[in-house]
């Protein structure tokens, strides 16, 4: 079957339009552009491993919880609505959905990050801007995935919101205090939200690309378990 831009278009602007109308996940974004913001004139005497602390964590929610919340929250809610069936009995595919929504996810989660840094006034040089890019991009596809996963499992938009919350302790808070444990450092390096921030600390500390091989790997691993796992759950019950 043939991929229609146009109502790929529709359901881009679909998931904006539910987005928007939910100020609390619409909030996530702009929350982490705020948090740069207010924590930069905290830091202000002190800048440089402060900041890309700072930096790391708006990140990080940003990707993590924007990423989860974005997916997890409209999908559930469409399913419970059954709006999503109207949708998908009428000339919309479910893979023209899937595209199109997170496509929408997508762009406004790496553009919030692309703000982010440039708020913090950490420069390019000093973070390589295509690292950045690409795992922004990979790091926003796999919380997307995840979030569609947790949205099709589960019967109800309350349950989605209730399984998201320990999905975002693990991802985007344990990183976080993996200077404060070698548990929380050893759960951090193992996680694709952990390989984010360690490529923006190392980046920053050296000036260059601060992923390694194995990161490289794993972050692939992340990509294509979450895709499976997601392609399971849809051919067993379907997007609706």
Do not use: C, H
Request: glycine residues 4%.
């Amino acid at each position: 079957m043939n991929l229609s831009l146009k109502n790929v278009w529709l359901m881009f602007k679909l998931r904006a339009i539910l987005i928007v109308k939910n100020p609390t996940i619409a909030m996530f974004p702009l929350l982490a552009i705020g948090y740069v913001v207010i924590f930069k004139g905290i830091v202000s005497a002190n800048r440089g491993p402060a900041m890309i602390w700072i930096l790391s964590m708006a990140i990080l929610f940003n990707t993590v919880m924007s990423g989860l919340m974005f997916s997890t929250v409209p999908l559930a809610t469409e399913k419970e609505n059954k709006t999503l069936s109207v949708l998908l009995n009428s000339q919309v595919t479910s893979r023209e959905y899937m595209l199109g929504t997170m496509l929408f996810s997508v762009l406004t989660i790496v553009i919030t990050d692309i703000l982010s840094v440039l708020v913090s006034e950490i420069s390019w040089q000093q973070l390589p801007f295509g690292g950045f890019l690409l795992l922004s991009i990979v790091t926003t596809i796999i919380s997307s995935l995840i979030g569609d996963f947790v949205a099709i499992v589960v019967s109800s938009q309350t349950v989605a919101s209730f399984i998201t919350l320990p999905l975002m302790f693990i991802f985007a808070i344990i990183p976080m205090f993996k200077s404060f444990s070698t548990l929380a450092a050893r759960i951090s390096d193992a996680t694709y939200s952990g390989i984010m921030m360690n490529f923006m600390i190392k980046s920053v500390a050296t000036g260059k690309n601060g992923w390694s091989l194995s990161d490289m790997m794993l972050m692939i691993v992340w990509l294509i378990v979450t895709l499976l796992f997601l392609l399971i759950a849809y051919r067993k019950k379907g997007l609706t």
